[in-house]
């Protein structure tokens, strides 16, 4: 299929950008283009004005700043996986990311936009809600504010990005030493996307003892969810595989049927502390690595 006719831009500057968002009710964003292209090409938008982002000076940079690891909005998913400063700062993220997708759409994915197209099945929106990662986000006449993870994923395909809003980048806290990370989903194909998927991240103190955990699940409803029972009942024990089982029974989170057409909410509700459970024992796994 042939997409609608439309605007293009390939302004330069941030302030550039966000002119052209705010003189154009409906105009999109185009970061790395795969979800937006097919999206366009199936007509299933049809924006005025598409205004590509990537000749935007400033957006590209990945790098570590006040304890945080910033993304710029054009970084794409494979620079992230591929590099180590990221795997050491932000463990779980490259986890995730190396589920997602085939080597050819990470190369040009980006991680931001991924994460404003905010598909329910997809594997960063949990990272973000588990790490409490931050968008920096700037609309024409309005400067710039931050939105925390926890508020940023609306109904699935939403967020709180307004309608003239770009996301400049999103910052994931920089992990502690000895932090380890897991990413389990399960797929019907290897490398897409997940009917279901866990996040998990937690150190280890001086005493072998978990504190720090954090535990996320897409696919379940509209948004990701957090696992506030599972954290709080891995905390100052030693992560057997027994005590990881048990907190793993704590998951649970609203399952809406109508998301994620690929399994029934029955199943997912039935293998919601299986994946749970693997996503810990992988992060489990990386003690034994690093040991
Ligand atoms: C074959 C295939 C398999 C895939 N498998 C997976 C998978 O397993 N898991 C997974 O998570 N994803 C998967 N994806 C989606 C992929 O990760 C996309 O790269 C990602 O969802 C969108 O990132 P993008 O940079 O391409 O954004 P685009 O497609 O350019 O944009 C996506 C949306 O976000 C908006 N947007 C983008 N950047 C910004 C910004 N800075 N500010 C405001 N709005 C913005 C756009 O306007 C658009 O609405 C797959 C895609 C394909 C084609």
């Not at 970061?31 to 924006?47: I, T």
């Not at 080597?103 to 905010?118: A, D, F, K, Y």
């Amino acid at each position: 299929m042939r997409p609608a006719n439309f605007d293009y831009r390939r302004p330069t500057t941030v302030a550039d950008v966000l002119g052209d968002l705010a003189s154009t009710p409906g105009a999109r964003v185009l970061a790395g283009g795969q979800s937006l292209v097919p999206l366009l090409n199936m007509r299933l938008v049809q924006p005025p004005v598409v205004v590509d982002i990537n000749r935007v000076e400033g957006l590209d940079e990945l790098r570590e700043r006040d304890g945080r690891l910033h993304v710029g909005a054009t970084v794409r998913q494979a620079t992230v996986l591929a590099s180590e400063r990221a795997q050491r700062a932000v463990p779980l993220l490259v986890a995730a990311l190396a589920k997602v997708a085939h080597p050819q759409v990470r190369s040009r994915g980006t991680v931001v936009g991924n994460l404003c197209h905010h598909d329910p099945a997809s594997e960063l929106p949990a990272v973000a809600v588990a790490l409490d990662a931050e968008f920096t986000v700037a609309v024409q006449g309005e400067g710039i504010r931050l939105i925390a993870a926890a508020e940023f994923f609306g109904e699935q395909f939403r967020t709180a990005v307004p309608p003239a809003g770009l996301v400049t980048g999103v910052s994931f806290p920089v992990a502690a030493l000895g932090t380890v990370a897991g990413f389990h989903e399960i797929s019907r194909k290897a490398k897409d996307f997940a009917l279901i998927g866990g996040a998990a991240q937690f150190r280890l103190d001086t005493h072998a003892e978990v504190v720090d955990a954090r535990v996320a699940v897409t696919g379940l409803g509209h948004r990701p969810l957090r696992m506030t029972a599972v954290e709080a009942a891995l905390l100052g024990a030693p992560p057997t595989d027994d005590a990881l089982r048990t907190a793993s029974r704590l998951a649970t989170g609203e399952v809406v049927a109508e998301v994620n057409a690929r399994s029934s909410a029955g199943y997912r509700r039935r293998v919601l502390p299986v994946v749970v459970h693997r996503a810990l024992r992988a992060a489990a796994a990386r003690i034994e690595v690093s040991a």
